[in-house]
């Protein structure tokens, strides 16, 4: 028995190891193409075969200093970013709190119509949202771009499973203490769901960051881009900056790693809540 364990770990470990070669090439790939020369990238395109010789930081120079807005995209990004992830958490978190700690008779048809937004793909919502936006006067605001997505139903599901395997029995002992209902939902079962909120945030957060199809509908002024829809215009008929693009994509990445980082052992503890409550 103890042959055949060691054998199956061992299966496991060589997987797992190939798994995670294949899901960190294509980053390798990227940050050593980010220091080489343009013409060697057109050339030989991504790989791992890397010479000391050609290395070079003259794509970092240009992106940090060259004639573009690098950074009024990223400071864009990182505005929007913030904003949009905060208040997604807020809304999210009071209608999941109502949908899980509540009961009344309307709660298992509403708790299915968000979970049927889910269904529906966003490119079938994009049109009647644009003009919804229009007729709201919101076009070419950052309002525009936050306000279709703060409900998101894969948020409100997680913290809807999260809350729902919590003791109701807070509420009670609340309740006898004087709080009001606002009261227990802010002081008492909002730092309880701290890993749900963590989990949220970094998700969230890489929706938020690399989104670029809703900005770029709404948009019109080019001094409002985000990242994604700045490193886009590199690309033109007349010349493709692919060693710009691949230097400011891997600066890009550093926030959601960086957010990462911050939130990884929430993120851990909230998903694992999350998938086997309820």
Not at 81 to 90: E, G, K, P, Q, W
Not at 156 to 176: A, N, T, V
Request: glycine share 8%; charged share 10%.
């Amino acid at each position: 028995m103890k042959a055949k364990n060691r054998i199956a770990s061992a299966i496991i470990m060589i997987f797992f190891t190939a798994l995670g070669i294949l899901v960190v090439f294509p980053f390798v790939a990227a940050v050593m193409a980010s220091f080489r020369p343009g013409q060697e990238l057109i050339r030989y395109g991504l790989s791992i075969n890397f010479n000391l010789a050609e290395m070079t930081f003259n794509n970092y120079n240009y992106l940090f200093t060259g004639d573009h807005s690098y950074f009024l995209w990223f400071k864009n990004s990182m505005v929007l970013t913030v904003l949009s992830v905060a208040l997604t958490l807020i809304v999210c978190y009071f209608i999941a709190y109502g949908l899980s700690m509540y009961d009344y008779k309307l709660k298992n048809l509403l708790f299915f119509l968000v979970i049927a937004t889910m269904m529906v793909p966003f490119e079938i919502l994009m049109l009647p949202l644009y003009q919804e936006i229009i007729d709201l006067k919101l076009i070419n605001t950052t309002a525009g771009v936050i306000l279709p997505g703060l409900c998101g139903a894969s948020t409100i599901f997680f913290f809807r499973q999260y809350m729902i395997g919590l003791p109701k029995e807070l509420l009670d002992s609340g309740r006898i203490d004087g709080a009001t209902e606002f009261g227990i939902c802010i002081r008492i079962m909002l730092p309880i769901t701290k890993p749900a909120f963590a989990a949220m945030a970094i998700l969230c957060g890489m929706g938020a960051w690399n989104s670029m199809l809703w900005p770029l509908l709404v948009y019109r002024d080019a001094h409002k881009f985000t990242l994604p829809i700045g490193l886009n215009t590199l690309l033109t008929p007349y010349g493709n900056n692919y060693d710009l693009l691949i230097a400011g994509s891997c600066f890009a990445i550093l926030p959601i790693f960086i957010l990462f980082l911050c939130f990884q052992s929430y993120f851990i503890d909230g998903m694992t809540a999350g998938a086997v409550k309820g």
